[in-house]
Structure formats: C-alpha cells, structure tokens
C-alpha cells in the first residue's frame, strides 16, 4: 500500500529540488526514493504551468 504524504511536506521537498539540492542526498534525508521525488516534481510544475501534461517545458 503507497504511503501518504502531507503536501506540506511534498511541496517543501519540490522547493528544495527546484533550488537546486541533490535528490539524491534530499531522499536518503526525507526517507522517500528519488523516483517519487522526480514524479513530485513534475507534478508541481505541471500544476504551476511550467511544463505539459506531455512533459515538455512551456514556454514562458
């Protein structure tokens, strides 16, 4: 069964990636594997706008 995660806690992981951190060193500290990472992030730009459900960047 997938663990839950709060979305404050998936956002604050997002903001970290997007500034830049290794994901790798941001899962082993979070305990979640850098695949679930990854999809969070490019989930949160897809909500933002910045890239499309085909997962290409839009141009701004």
């Known amino acids: 069964m997938p ?4 979305v404050e806690f998936r ?3 997002c903001r970290r990636m997007l500034a830049g951190e290794c994901v790798a060193s941001l ?4 305990g979640v594997h850098s695949r ?3 999809k969070w992030r490019t989930q949160a730009l897809i909500d933002e706008g910045r ?5 290409k960047l839009v141009d701004e």
């Open 27 to 30: 899962a082993e500290e979070l």
């Open 3 to 6: 663990l839950h995660y709060p």
């Open 51 to 55: 890239r499309s459900l085909s997962n």
């Open 36 to 38: 679930t990472l990854y």
């Open 11 to 13: 956002l604050d992981a």
